[in-house]
């Protein structure tokens, strides 16, 4: 098997996928998912860096995102991940000990790596826009994907605040 290769060498926008270990449901809680876009939004300002669009689902998290020098994707998605990864544990621990005693900690909160697609144009930047924000909808969570408060699919529809500020790339 060929060995996954994430390309980082041109500016573009990735689109992003991270899995919670084991496909847990760690992020069904809206407070996890609170976390995730508040690292979200440090790792955002911190790099200069631009969130095209995301969606949290309770298992997984896709975004798009573009750094506006090459080579520093690895870097964003590592303190994301670290640092979501800490404070959820933390407030579980804190806020909700009878969950963690019930599904376990789990040897670490996110799946080892993340997958990155590179966007080279306006037509797969809309693709994989479409794609991610139906995902609440195809998992059955809400009858459209505009009612799913953990995405930016509220913002491209009628310009809703999401809690990421959301910059279209060109």
């Known amino acids: 098997m060929a060995k996954r290769r994430i390309i980082d060498d041109a500016l573009y926008a990735h689109f992003v996928t991270f899995n919670v270990y084991r496909r847990r449901r760690l992020l069904d809680l809206d407070h996890p998912k609170r976390i995730c876009l508040g690292v979200l939004n440090s790792q955002l300002e911190l790099f200069r860096a631009k969130c095209v669009g995301f969606v949290i689902m309770p298992d997984h998290v ?21 640092m979501s990864s800490f404070s959820i544990r933390q407030w579980y621990r804190e806020s909700v000990p009878n969950y963690v005693r019930e599904f376990g900690e789990g040897e670490q909160f996110w799946q080892p790596k993340y997958h990155a697609f590179e966007i080279y144009g306006r037509p797969k930047l809309e693709e994989k826009l479409n794609y991610m924000h139906q995902n609440p909808e195809r998992a059955g969570l809400v009858e459209r994907a505009v009612d799913w ?5 509220r913002w491209y529809d009628n310009k809703t605040s999401v809690g990421v500020p959301i910059e279209w790339v060109e």
């Open 62 to 82: 896709h975004g798009i995102i573009w750094l506006p020098e090459p080579g520093r994707l690895s870097t964003f998605m590592h303190g994301w991940k670290r």
């Open 149 to 153: 408060r953990w995405s930016s699919a």
